[in-house]
């Protein structure tokens, strides 16, 4: 389902709920799980779509990696 704001639409699908700026496209929101935003907000709305990434391999490696602008 989409919601359309005056500056914001909405994207949801009953599990994950994303909101994008208008006209931009920029992603302002992640909402999942009864947390409201995972995004940092204090950051501008055209900054907030990064990812760092955890993950453990076999024999206890660890491995991070940030992703750029989503």
């Not at 009953?14 to 799980?33: N, Q």
């Not at 990064?50 to 660890?62: H, T």
């Amino acid at each position: 389902m989409r919601n359309v704001r005056c500056m914001q639409v909405a994207l949801e699908n009953g599990i994950v709920r994303l909101l994008l700026s208008k006209p931009h496209g920029f992603l302002t929101a992640i909402e999942y799980a009864g947390i409201d935003n995972l995004v940092d907000t204090k950051l501008k709305e055209s900054d907030r779509g990064y990812w760092d990434i955890n993950w453990n391999l076999p024999r206890g490696q660890d491995r991070y990696q940030l992703y750029g602008v989503i």
